[in-house]
């Protein structure tokens, strides 16, 4: 299944597309932020099964995650 595409351009809707040294600055304005499922959990913690002993994994945000994340605050949440 594929999800939908988004770009810089549809997140800045008519603003200003970020600038140089601006996160998104190498981005082109009508390529997907992110070319794959945004999916991720940056902790996952369960009991194992044989030993019963608790389990912690965690991950930090992808760098594509991250940058859509900063772009979404920017453009949707009034950032800067």
């Known amino acids: 299944m594929e999800g939908r595409r988004v770009t810089v351009e549809q997140l800045a ?10 996160p998104g600055d190498g981005l ?20 194992h099964p044989q030993t019963g002993k608790p389990m912690v994994f965690e991950a930090p945000l992808p760098e594509d995650m991250a940058l ?10 009034g950032g800067k």
């Open 68 to 77: 859509m994340l900063t772009l979404l605050r920017r453009y949707r949440v």
């Open 13 to 22: 809707n008519g603003q200003a597309l970020p600038g140089p040294d601006e």
């Open 28 to 47: 082109a304005p009508d390529r997907s932020i992110i070319s794959r499922q945004a999916l991720h959990a940056f902790e996952l913690r369960f009991r």
